[in-house]
């Protein structure tokens, strides 16, 4: 700790992210990837721009990607933020719309980014209870509070909360902003983009990242009514008017715009998570109902923690979070066919050396 | 103003920066970008980098960018900070340096996004004086309240601070942190990086939107001793743990090491400054001093507000700021020697077409 530090600085938690490994022996299957590369319009369009251009600022609002984005779900251009991965969106969104004095709501097992938002802007927060297979109980999130974070599927859990569910908890928290964080959403979920019309405090964010293969080029956005994107227009501008570079905008608008590119590697996904997890089960595993790109496991004789440090002595990360409630889980992102192949022989391997030992 | 705006939202006064028009007639020479394109190998390595490793996350570290600028400056890699343009840098520095109950000084012209980022995060400040020329009252700078920030050169002034009255303010202040935010240090004056050893208290903020010609990619990073970066890096990390995209990181990189480059576009872009200062001098103006990539300029016979007016009627935008002390000046980015060619015919015209009325 420094005396130069603030007391901010002095009082945070900061977030740790998956490893990213530079040696790239490992089947990475630890920070929810697409196995699938981007589009190839997307590759062709980053060729392009890379030219004298760069020189100038970009468009410092992102004009013909919020175009795209608004097209593709039928909203208007002044209804789509976009920032520098969900993550920006979601730090720009707890200052805009959350007061230090009020508490929000999030579900206690979630994406462990929120806590740390809330402890950077001092925001007080409640936890939603999850019931023993982390399904959200919805009622705890009926607060008129400070606003409500959901996480839909939620991470690192993969469980799916229905439209109705989400409906229920807008309109019981009409005078407050309920964030939907859809990062998962292409997944098997249904977006509630389309309540944006009829909910002034709904604001759903996504990101580029996961079902569109881009978390190279850090792209995230949200989807709310005008009023709510002009705040978070407010607080952008008053922290970076240019978040988005030249390159990331003009790739981000052709990873939409390909949309049978999109379904195909999202279907191939979604199949080999259906097979993975009949795989797993069949090796004993409880796996969670996933609706993400990931699924979330555990096995009733083999501790998690030393599976993964096993599965890593194989070259296969995953993900192992040491934490109340889940200490026993392993979060798997779900790759390729081949390597969820290799991962489902590795574990194999791993469970007869335990066995046998 | 929207009910579900949180307060800070309802109170911040956002920055609004240059145009950036779309339509691209313009001569642009009001956001202070360099005329020449970036080195050569920069566009080579993000033709390169366009390929299927987008689908994952980038180096949250930006390692090798860290060591690429390290190696530059004889720094080590730990005391190298990397952001989303130099902005990015200096919001996460504002938080993880200043205090809210404490007061913090910087000149009372200078970058307008300092009083935004204090605003934003709740800082008090203090104005130092300027004299009538522009040059800033060291003494003023000697505070030991909440730190320090100084444009060097400054904006959109272009006067230039000594190294040794810097060393005053760095003794002086030596308990509290001294941002030195040197985004146009390359167009002549001498940067304090070789300060670092020294003064605990020291922060340099850089960025390679101007002299590396890279204003489309967002990169700015931050100098100091290792306790400051990592105070930085608690921040970006309770924020965005991936606020630079593969993509930019590759190319900021390139354009670091091409120094043969780097060094032409900075002569040449001093030597235009030198001729264009000349022409408008003799043309009546009074001309600030620059050692960046802009003049300031006023005419003792001439409104600014009405000259930019009729600038922009002929295609050449230069920057207007209607603000106390300076509004009867205008902020002109040096473009190529032809760009300046045409604004000089451009605003003899002006002036002529006013004095014949």
Known sequence: MSKYWSQITKSIEPYVCGEQPKDRKYIKINTNENPYPPAPRVLEIIKESANGDLRLYPDPNCGELREVIANYYDLNKNQVFIGNGSDEVLAFSFLAFFNSNDYIIF????????????????????????????SIEVNDLMSKDGGVVIPNPNAPTGRYMDVDSIKKILDYNLEKVVIIDEAYIDFGGTSVVNLIKNYPNLLVIQTL??????????????????????????????????????????????????????????????????????????LGFNVIPSKANFI?????????????????????????????????????????EEEMDFFIDRIKEVLDEIKNN
């Open 296 to 336: 979330f496991v555990t096995h009733p004789s083999y501790t998690a923690n030393v599976l993964f440090t096993k599965l890593k002595g194989k070259n296969v990360l995953v993900r192992y979070f040491n934490k109340d409630r889940i200490d026993n889980y392993l979060r798997i992102s779900i790759g390729s």
């Open 209 to 282: 990242s996961k079902s569109r293969s881009l978390a190279g080029m850090r792209v995230g956005f949200a989807l709310g009514q005008e009023h709510l994107i002009d705040g978070l227009n407010r607080i952008k501008n008053s922290f970076n008017s240019y978040t988005i570079d030249r390159i990331a905008a003009a790739a981000g608008a052709e990873a939409i715009k390909d949309e049978e590119y999109f379904k195909e590697c999202v279907s191939r996904v979604i199949s080999t998570r259906e097979k993975v997890a009949m795989q797993l089960e069949s």
């Open 107 to 134: 579900p206690e097992i979630s994406y462990s980014f929120y806590p740390v938002y809330a402890k950077l802007y001092n925001i007080d927060y409640k936890l939603a209870r999850l019931d023993k297979e982390f």
